[in-house]
């Protein structure tokens, strides 16, 4: 259990909103809880806010890098928002490439990709189960 | 070089790799290092604590504030009694891993300090210093 890292309900997502200095266990048991939440209630996606985040080790940066395939596996999409721009130029510098992360500005772009995202596939998740889900970069017009 | 308001911390549990953070943010903020500088700073120096628990068993962190042609620094010293790293140079090479990680540790936080120090021995330890100067 990680008590310090609320995981909230936002419509069809979920939000992880990182207030505190994280230590590795704690890390580690919130990609666990996570995992599992997005099971219980579906979730179509995880929007991972890091505003109040003061550095990104590569620690860090490996468990959004394993919380983006793990929500994939579990047929959900992960966006990372709010990333500061002094962490942003030492993640660089530091040699972390983030794989797999999609990341937006801030909640609202966030929230805007996960719907685009989501909204491409629903029609096709009813229309054809069989439909491969590997291929949802590009937004799919629906409901037209 | 003149230490002041040195403080040694043991790096035994992962909370200690978090307050390590924040003491090092603390000496940052008091020397004045620029937001991306301490950043940069507190980021290495969560590298190395982890490395310093991880791989050394457990060990130690000494931080100090330095002071060299005028200007201010941030020195942080971590040592262990582990095993010691048997090939420094294959250590060093960014993407190399011992096993779990992302083999960014030592290569990425030399990147991100002006000064950095290895010295470690196979059976006996190893310590690692850096340091990052104000502008």
Redesign the interface.
């Known amino acids: 259990m990680s008590p310090s890292v609320p995981i909230l309900r936002l419509a069809d997502a979920l939000l992880v909103s990182i207030q505190v200095d994280l230590q590795d266990d704690d890390v580690m048991a919130l990609q666990e809880e996570l995992a599992q939440k997005i099971v219980d209630t579906s979730a179509r996606g995880v929007i991972i806010d890091i505003s109040a985040v003061d550095i990104v080790d590569s620690f860090i940066g490996r468990m959004f890098s394993s919380i983006a395939a793990l929500s994939r596996v579990l047929d959900a999409e992960t966006v990372v928002v709010g990333m500061r721009p002094a962490v942003a130029i030492t993640l660089v510098e530091l040699g972390l490439s983030l794989d797999g992360v999609r990341t937006a500005l801030d909640l609202e772009k966030g929230l805007a990709i996960l719907a685009r995202l989501t909204r491409a596939r629903r029609p096709l998740d009813e229309d054809d189960p069989g439909y491969d889900s590997e291929d949802l970069g590009d937004p799919v017009p629906s409901g037209s | 070089m003149p230490a002041s308001d040195t403080a040694t911390l043991p790096i035994c549990?992962?909370?200690d790799?978090?307050r390590l953070?924040?003491l090092v943010?603390t000496r940052a903020l008091e020397i004045r290092l620029s937001?991306?500088d301490?950043?940069?700073l507190?980021?290495a120096a969560?590298?190395l604590a982890?490395n310093t628990l991880v791989h050394g068993g457990s060990g130690s962190a000494v931080v100090e504030t330095v002071e060299k042609g005028g200007r201010r620094g941030v020195r942080a010293a971590f040592v262990d009694s582990g095993p010691g790293i048997p090939d420094l140079d294959l250590a060093m090479t960014?993407?190399w891993t011992s096993g779990g990680?992302?083999g960014?540790?030592l290569?990425?936080a030399k990147?991100?300090v002006d000064e950095f120090d290895i010295d470690t021995e196979v059976g006996r330890g190893t310590s690692v210093t850096v340091v990052k100067w104000a502008r």
């Open positions: 549990t992962g909370d790799v978090v953070r924040q943010r937001l991306v301490q950043t940069k507190v980021t969560s590298e982890r960014a993407g990680g992302l960014l540790g290569s990425g990147r991100l």
